[in-house]
C-alpha cells in the first residue's frame, strides 16, 4: 500500500484533524483523492463530472488559511463528492438525464452552500440513476456505477455513485438523499453508512413539494463519525426549506454515548408486509442471534401499517408529477422507463387518490408509534435481496414472487420513509453471496441524536467480530477489472476521448 492509499483511507474525522495540525495539507490530500479516483473510477463508475482545476486552487487557498492560522471550518480542506441531483455552481450537473447534458448551474443547492462554507472542497459529482428513479444507479448520460466488491453488480441507488466512491476511499465527504431508501441502500449495498435524517433536519432546497415530507437529504460516510460531521456541517433552519426549524447543529458533531446493554429493541424481517428472500432472512436471523445478548431486551415486532405500498405509490406519483409535467408534455420520448413510468402513474390518479394517500400516511404513522412504546430502536435487513447484476433494472422477483413495479423492492426502506422516523443503515458483515449487509436501526420520532448513537455503539460493538465488522472490498482487483459500465449510454457523450466536456469541466 502506497503513503497515498494509506492516507485516503483515513476518516474524515482523522483527515480533518491532521488538517487542523498542519500535519497534512489540503493540497496533499486532493492530489491523493484524485490519484485514487483516477486509479478505480474506471472499474466502478462513481465518479462523473469533476472539477480539478477549481479543486486545486481551493486547496491552496485552504492550505494558505491553515498557514496563517484563520479560522478553519468543520470541513476544511476535505475534498467533496456531491450527488449528480444536487446543483453545483460551475460544475456540471446532468441530473442522470438527457434532457440534461449540458447543464452549468450558477447557484448552489442550499446543502452544497453549507458543506463550500464549512471548508469542503468541491471536487467531483457522483453517478445517479436518471432523475434519481430507482434504486439502480445507472442512466443513459454516464452509465452504470459497479458495486466495489464486484462491479457486474449494482451499487444500489440513488446515491450509488456516492456509495461506490466512499467504499473505495475516493473522496472523504460524499453527500446523498433519500426518498424510497436512496441514502440507505447504497449504503449497504457497498458497505458504507447511510443515514436519512428526520424531514427539515438538513435543508433541501431542490424539493418541489416543500410541505411534503418524503425526500430528504443527508449524509454518507464509512463510519457514523463521518456522517456526523457531515451532519453537524449542513443541519440547521433556512428559508429555502418550510420544514427546517432552529437547532443546534454542532449536537451532531459527535455521537453520543450509548451503553448497548440499556437498550429495548425490537425487530422485524419484513414490517409484515414487505417481500424478502431466505437467504436474506437467514442471515438476518443470525445477526439477531449474535446482537440479542448485547442488549437489554431483543425481541420481534410485528406491525400493521395498513395499505403502505399504494400509499407510498400515490404519494411518490405527486413528487414525480410535480417535477416532470413540462418534460413529459415536451417529449415523454426524452425521460428513460422509470421517471416516465412514474409519471404516467401519477397522472392517471385523482385529487380523491391523494387525499387517501395522505390521511393514510397519517394511520401509519399514528400506527408506527406504538412500538416506541414498548422499544428504543427498531432493527430490520435494509435490503430484501443480495445485489444483483446492474444491467438488471430492478428486482423483478423476491423470493419467487413477482414484483408489481420497479420500486416495489424498495418496501423495506419505503415503509420508514412513510412513518417520517430517522433510520441509518449500518454495515454489518456480508451475506451469503459475500456482498455487504446492512442492518436498518430506525429511531424514535424526531430522534436523530438517539438513532446515531446506537448506530455508533453498535458499529464500536462489530469492530472485533469478523462476522458483523464493516467489510472492505479489495480494491486491487478493481485496477483489473472491465465491466463496460458506461455501455448504456445512449445519447452522443457531452465529454471527448480526452475528457474535456463542451462546458470546460473535465469528466471521469
Same mark, same amino acid.
Given at each position: 500500500?502506497?503513503?497515498?492509499?494509506?492516507?485516503?483511507?483515513?476518516?474524515?474525522?482523522?483527515?480533518?484533524?491532521?488538517?487542523?495540525?498542519?500535519?497534512?495539507?489540503?493540497?496533499?490530500?486532493?492530489?491523493?483523492?484524485?490519484?485514487?479516483?483516477?486509479?478505480?473510477?474506471?472499474?466502478?463508475?462513481?465518479?462523473?463530472?469533476?472539477?480539478?482545476?477549481?479543486?486545486?486552487?481551493?486547496?491552496?487557498?485552504?492550505?494558505?488559511?491553515?498557514?496563517?492560522?484563520?479560522?478553519?471550518?468543520?470541513? +476544511?480542506?476535505?475534498?467533496?463528492?456531491?450527488?449528480?441531483?444536487?446543483?453545483?455552481?460551475?460544475?456540471?450537473?446532468?441530473?442522470?438525464?438527457?434532457?440534461?447534458?449540458?447543464?452549468?448551474?450558477?447557484?448552489?443547492?442550499?446543502?452544497?452552500?453549507?458543506?463550500?462554507?464549512?471548508?469542503?472542497?468541491?471536487?467531483?459529482?457522483?453517478?445517479?440513476?436518471?432523475?434519481?428513479?430507482?434504486?439502480? &444507479?445507472?442512466?443513459?448520460?454516464?452509465?452504470?456505477?459497479?458495486?466495489?466488491?464486484?462491479?457486474?453488480?449494482?451499487?444500489?441507488?440513488?446515491?450509488?455513485?456516492?456509495?461506490?466512491?466512499?467504499?473505495?476511499?475516493?473522496?472523504?465527504?460524499?453527500?446523498?438523499?433519500?426518498?424510497?431508501?436512496?441514502?440507505?441502500?447504497?449504503?449497504?449495498?457497498?458497505?458504507?453508512?447511510?443515514?436519512?435524517?428526520?424531514?427539515?433536519?438538513?435543508?433541501? =432546497?431542490?424539493?418541489?413539494?416543500?410541505?411534503?415530507?418524503?425526500?430528504?437529504?443527508?449524509?454518507?460516510?464509512?463510519?457514523?463519525?463521518?456522517?456526523?460531521?457531515?451532519?453537524?456541517? &449542513?443541519?440547521?433552519?433556512?428559508?429555502?426549506?418550510?420544514? &427546517?426549524?432552529?437547532?443546534?447543529?454542532? =449536537?451532531?458533531?459527535?455521537?453520543?454515548?450509548?451503553?448497548?446493554?440499556?437498550?429495548?429493541?425490537?425487530?422485524?424481517?419484513?414490517?409484515?408486509?414487505?417481500?424478502?428472500?431466505?437467504?436474506?432472512?437467514?442471515?438476518?436471523?443470525?445477526?439477531?442471534?449474535?446482537?440479542?445478548?448485547?442488549?437489554?431486551?431483543?425481541?420481534?415486532?410485528?406491525?400493521?401499517?395498513?395499505?403502505? +405500498?399504494?400509499?407510498?405509490?400515490?404519494?411518490?406519483?405527486?413528487?414525480?408529477?410535480?417535477?416532470?409535467?413540462?418534460?413529459?408534455?415536451?417529449?415523454?420520448?426524452?425521460?428513460?422507463?422509470?421517471?416516465?413510468?412514474?409519471?404516467?402513474?401519477?397522472?392517471?390518479?385523482?385529487?380523491?387518490?391523494?387525499?387517501?394517500?395522505?390521511?393514510?400516511?397519517?394511520?401509519?404513522?399514528?400506527?408506527?408509534?406504538?412500538?416506541?412504546?414498548?422499544?428504543?430502536?427498531?432493527?430490520?435487513?435494509?435490503?430484501?435481496?443480495?445485489?444483483?447484476?446492474?444491467?438488471?433494472?430492478?428486482?423483478?422477483?423476491?423470493?419467487?414472487?413477482?414484483?408489481?413495479?420497479?420500486?416495489?423492492?424498495?418496501?423495506?426502506?419505503?415503509?420508514?420513509?412513510?412513518?417520517?422516523?430517522?433510520?441509518?443503515?449500518?454495515?454489518?458483515?456480508?451475506?451469503?453471496?459475500?456482498?455487504?449487509?446492512?442492518?436498518?436501526?430506525?429511531?424514535?420520532?424526531?430522534?436523530?441524536?438517539?438513532?446515531?448513537?446506537?448506530? +455508533?455503539?453498535?458499529?464500536?460493538?462489530?469492530?472485533?467480530?469478523?462476522?458483523?465488522?464493516?467489510?472492505?472490498?479489495?480494491?486491487?482487483?478493481?485496477? +483489473?477489472?472491465?465491466? =463496460?459500465?458506461?455501455?448504456?449510454?445512449?445519447?452522443?457523450?457531452?465529454?471527448?476521448?480526452?475528457?474535456? =466536456?463542451?462546458?470546460?469541466?473535465?469528466?471521469?
Amino acid at each position: 500500500m502506497s503513503g497515498n492509499d494509506e492516507l485516503v483511507g483515513l476518516s474524515a474525522v482523522a483527515l480533518r484533524r491532521m488538517i487542523g495540525a498542519r500535519e497534512i495539507s489540503p493540497v496533499e490530500l486532493l492530489e491523493a483523492c484524485i490519484e485514487r479516483i483516477e486509479a478505480l473510477n474506471p472499474a466502478v463508475n462513481a465518479v462523473t463530472a469533476t472539477a480539478y482545476p477549481e479543486a486545486r486552487k481551493a486547496a491552496r487557498e485552504a492550505e494558505k488559511q491553515v498557514l496563517d492560522g484563520a479560522p478553519l471550518g468543520l470541513l +476544511h480542506g476535505l475534498p467533496l463528492g456531491v450527488k449528480d441531483l444536487e446543483d453545483t455552481a460551475g460544475l456540471l450537473t446532468t441530473y442522470g438525464s438527457s434532457m440534461s447534458r449540458g447543464n452549468v448551474p450558477t447557484r448552489d443547492v442550499v446543502l452544497v452552500e453549507r458543506l463550500r462554507a464549512a471548508g469542503a472542497i468541491l471536487t467531483a459529482k457522483t453517478n445517479v440513476p436518471e432523475l434519481g428513479a430507482g434504486a439502480n &444507479t445507472r442512466n443513459p448520460v454516464w452509465g452504470a456505477t459497479g458495486n466495489p466488491f464486484n462491479p457486474e453488480l449494482n451499487a444500489g441507488g440513488s446515491s450509488g455513485g456516492s456509495a461506490a466512491a466512499l467504499a473505495c476511499d475516493m473522496l472523504p465527504v460524499c453527500t446523498g438523499s433519500d426518498t424510497g431508501g436512496s441514502l440507505r441502500i447504497p449504503a449497504s449495498k457497498c458497505g458504507v453508512v447511510g443515514f436519512r435524517p428526520s424531514p427539515g433536519l438538513v435543508p433541501n =432546497s431542490r424539493r418541489l413539494l416543500g410541505w411534503t415530507p418524503i425526500s430528504v437529504v443527508g449524509p454518507m460516510g464509512r463510519s457514523v463519525a463521518e456522517a456526523c460531521l457531515q451532519l453537524a456541517a &449542513t443541519a440547521g433552519v433556512s428559508a429555502g426549506d418550510p420544514l &427546517t426549524w432552529p437547532l443546534d447543529p454542532l =449536537s451532531f458533531a459527535l455521537p453520543a454515548a450509548v451503553d448497548p446493554s440499556t437498550l429495548r429493541v425490537g425487530w422485524t424481517e419484513d414490517f409484515n408486509c414487505c417481500d424478502v428472500d431466505q437467504d436474506i432472512r437467514q442471515v438476518f436471523r443470525e445477526r439477531m442471534a449474535a446482537l440479542a445478548p448485547m442488549f437489554h431486551t431483543c425481541e420481534e415486532v410485528s406491525f400493521d401499517l395498513g395499505d403502505v +405500498h399504494r400509499c407510498f405509490d400515490v404519494i411518490r406519483a405527486e413528487s414525480f408529477v410535480a417535477g416532470l409535467r413540462e418534460a413529459y408534455a415536451r417529449d415523454p420520448s426524452q425521460l428513460g422507463p422509470n421517471t416516465r413510468a412514474n409519471y404516467e402513474l401519477g397522472a392517471r390518479m385523482s385529487l380523491a387518490d391523494s387525499a387517501w394517500a395522505q390521511v393514510e400516511q397519517t394511520r401509519i404513522f399514528k400506527k408506527f408509534q406504538r412500538a416506541f412504546e414498548h422499544y428504543d430502536v427498531i432493527l430490520s435487513p435494509t435490503t430484501p435481496v443480495s445485489p444483483f447484476p446492474w444491467q438488471q433494472l430492478y428486482a423483478a422477483q423476491i423470493d419467487g414472487r413477482g414484483q408489481e413495479n420497479y420500486y416495489r423492492w424498495l418496501a423495506l426502506t419505503y415503509v420508514v420513509t412513510l412513518t417520517t422516523h430517522p433510520a441509518i443503515s449500518l454495515p454489518c458483515g456480508v451475506d451469503r453471496a459475500g456482498m455487504p449487509f446492512g442492518l436498518q436501526i430506525i429511531g424514535p420520532f424526531q430522534g436523530d441524536r438517539p438513532t446515531l448513537a446506537v448506530a +455508533h455503539a453498535l458499529e464500536q460493538a462489530f469492530e472485533p467480530s469478523p462476522m458483523l465488522r464493516r467489510p472492505r472490498p479489495d480494491v486491487s482487483k478493481l485496477a +483489473h477489472a472491465n465491466p =463496460s459500465l458506461t455501455s448504456i449510454v445512449t445519447a452522443p457523450p457531452l465529454f471527448n476521448q480526452t475528457g474535456d =466536456s463542451q462546458s470546460g469541466i473535465s469528466a471521469v
